[in-house]
């Protein structure tokens, strides 16, 4: 896809501020938190339903981010091959810190790291939720690199990987309230060429208005199915 920026992100603003502080001064200002002598935040978690944009964020960070950027996609790494992912994560995480400033994703963070104390969880779950703690507790004060997982079930993961140190702070991207789907629209209307459509600012509210429970990929598809009419 083309480089998408914040601007081009409808109705998260509140979130992209929170996101953009807890990135930008662990990798760029590690000094702030050395001379308190408290280790800088390390791990965020985004959490809220499907579609509502989390996945899109973190590739805004991605573009908007002068740093090392690193993906895993969950459910990719998960291999069937004992021992396999622990190495691959591990792999990740050297390189990271090899290659500083870095952010690491973890996209749908569920799949790798379920609850260890669920019926679901076996053995091998249970050895990569564990590797993915050593390696978070393993980054320690020094380094300039961040850790940003997404998940749609944030209670699917382990307690463990939610304590303080590691994903400690957590950003909600919740469902949006009617003025975020007036902000999304907007932005998807600014894409299409004016005289395309003849809606108006007051169509586009209304269309808002009664659009209720729409995430922002419902709202895209809608604007696709409007095009495809």
């Known amino acids: 896809s083309h480089s ?5 992100v409808g109705g998260l603003a509140k979130e992209i501020e929170v996101l953009k ?14 001379e308190f002598g408290v280790a800088p935040p390390r791990g965020i978690l985004l959490h809220g339903p499907p579609g509502t944009g989390k996945t899109m964020l973190l590739r805004c960070v991605a573009n908007t981010t002068d740093a090392h950027i690193l993906t895993i996609n969950g459910p990719s790494i998960v ?16 390189e990271a810190k090899l ?6 994703f973890i ?3 569920d799949s ?21 703690l050593t390696l978070m507790d393993g980054m320690g004060a020094a380094g300039r690199l961040v850790v940003v997982a997404a998940t749609n079930r944030p209670n699917n993961i382990d307690p463990a990987l939610r304590r303080p140190g590691r994903f ?3 950003v909600e991207i919740a469902i949006p309230d009617v003025e975020e789907r007036i902000d999304i629209l907007m932005k998807q209307f600014e894409r299409m060429s004016s005289e395309k459509h003849s809606l108006s600012a007051e169509d586009i509210k209304e269309v808002a208005a009664k659009t209720h429970g729409y995430v922002g990929a419902d709202l895209t598809a809608l604007c696709r199915e409007s095009v495809m009419k």
């Not at 998408?4 to 081009?8: A, F, Q, T, W």
């Not at 291999?79 to 050297?94: N, P, V």
């Not at 609850?115 to 091998?124: C, H, L, P």
């Open 79 to 94: 291999s069937k091959y004992l021992g396999e992912t622990e190495a691959t994560l591990r792999e990740i995480f050297d």
């Open 4 to 8: 998408i920026g914040y601007d081009s």
């Open 99 to 104: 290659y500083q400033p870095s952010i690491i």
């Open 112 to 132: 790798i790291a379920p609850n260890r104390a669920s019926d679901d969880s076996g053995e091998v779950e249970s050895r990569v939720v564990a590797t993915l």
């Open 107 to 109: 996209d749908e963070i």
């Open 21 to 34: 502080n807890a990135i930008h001064l662990p990798l760029h200002k590690p000094k702030l938190f050395s």
């Open 168 to 170: 400690d702070q957590e």
